[in-house]
Structures are given as C-alpha cells and as structure tokens.
C-alpha cells in the first residue's frame, strides 16, 4: 500500500489542513484494526482508505488516531487531488462513504457535493456552551443548532472575529458537551465587516485535532439547483510504502 500526506484547502506546502492517505493495492479494505493503527502510525487528524472501482467510481473509510468516521471533508479533497495527480481520476466522480454517496468534481481544484444539511436540534440552554469556550455573559442573536450534512456538529455564533481569535476553551467540558449532544464537534463561527466571509475554530476533541496555525482557503459554490458544493486546491508533500 502506498501513502500519501497531503495538504488540503492550500497552494503551498505545509499550509492547509493535511490527511493521510492510503491507496489500496487490492479490491478489500484491511482489517479495520490495521487501519486504525495505521492512522495512529501517521498521527493525521484523519487518514482516508481508498478503494477504486473505475476511473469515476471509489470507496474511501476514514480512520483517525482514535476510531473510524463516517466522513472527512478535507481527506476527500486531498483524496481527489490525489487520485487525479496520479492519473486515476478526473472531472465527475461518485465516492461511496458510510456517510452516504458523494458527487466529486477530481481537479486541480476539487469540489465535493455536501449532503443537503438539516438542523437536526435548537439549543436553547447555551450557557454551559459559551462557558466552555470561555465567554461569559452573550446572548448569541442567532441560534445555538446542531446540524447535519454528514456529521452533526454544533454551529455556535460569536459576535466578532476577535472574539472568536481569543477563544479560551475548556477541552474536557467541551467533550462533554459532545458527548450529551451526539455531535462530532463545536463549529464556533463568526461573520466579518462584510457580512458574507465566514471565520471559523472547530474543536472536536472526542475525535483528536490542534491548533495547526495554517490558515485554509475553501470555497463554496451554491448552485442553482439548491445543492452545496465545497473545496478548494490541495498539495502532496510526502508519499512513501507501508511494508505491512
């Protein structure tokens, strides 16, 4: 098997948020053991396992340090960087997941089609959220929701970016939080002067994560059909051969 460490949502190395992936020699997947110890070998938020049917067909599991997840957006975005940098995939793509099945434009510049997102809950207690993320005393103008486009996240509004920059947060309330929700993470976002850019922390550390300090462009495509799309550019910057 041969694996890949590849930067997503960037044009330079060592920027983005970087994934492990893994190009699979043979029609199964391993044990679901050896790909969990082979994600905690790369030490990668997340590591994605692809299996390739066709040129326009795969099947990608996720595996972090910790345990398996239904989907990971940034792995499939460095996944098809991938896969179309090797000559295994271009233009539209149909990528299983155990989240559901993706529509995958594989480019230079990859753009994966979002699950239709659904608020799956209004919060309507929020000050055991905010205290754990270190704000006191807000009263949030939009609501506290948990939605879901392939994972239930909570979405959590603060009122400025610096706000959001100066974030203090409890880890172990947070997981906490999480687990008494269901949700994979916090989503904590806040608006620009513009009222259209979007600047966001996720903290989800049930699942692992860090503070990288490498900012991530992603764009957004709303299309006229109603569906979302998202993605962006992606680098390879270190490729090798597992000898298990």
């Known amino acids: 098997m041969r ?5 997503a949502f960037t044009n330079r190395p060592f920027g983005g948020n970087p994934a492990g992936v893994v190009l699979l020699d043979s029609d199964c997947f391993p044990e679901e053991n050896l790909m969990l110890q082979i994600a905690a070998e790369l030490r990668y938020s ?9 040129d326009k067909e795969f099947t990608i599991r996720y595996f972090t340090p910790k345990a398996e997840v239904e989907l990971c957006g940034h792995a499939t975005i460095a996944s098809f960087y991938l896969l179309h940098h090797e000559g295994l995939a271009s233009g539209q793509c149909l990528c299983h997941t155990l989240s ?5 434009e594989a480019g230079e510049r990859v753009m994966m089609q979002m699950a239709m997102p659904r608020i799956v809950a209004t919060i309507e207690e929020t000050e055991e959220i905010y205290k754990a993320l270190g704000v ?7 609501p506290v929701q948990i939605a879901y486009s392939g994972l239930p996240d909570l979405m959590i509004p603060l009122p400025d970016v610096d706000t959001l920059q ?5 880890m ?6 999480t687990k008494k929700y269901d949700a994979v993470s916090f989503h904590v976002f806040a608006f620009a002067n513009d009222s259209y850019t979007a600047h ?3 903290f989800g550390p049930l699942y692992g994560g860090e503070a990288m300090g490498r900012p991530s462009v992603v764009a957004t495509q709303i299309r006229k059909d109603g569906t979302i799309y998202v993605g962006g550019t992606a680098v390879i910057v ?7």
Do not use: W
């Not at 694996?3 to 930067?7: A, G, N, T």
């Open 166 to 170: 100066a974030l203090n947060p409890n």
């Open 238 to 244: 270190a490729k090798g051969e597992l000898c298990v």
């Open 46 to 54: 997340e590591t994605a396992f692809i299996r390739q049917h066709s």
């Open 3 to 7: 694996y890949f460490i590849v930067d």
């Open 172 to 177: 172990e309330a947070i997981t906490a939080i």
């Open 200 to 202: 966001v922390r996720d």
């Open 136 to 142: 006191s005393d807000y009263h949030p103008a939009m």
């Open 100 to 104: 559901g099945d993706l529509s995958v």
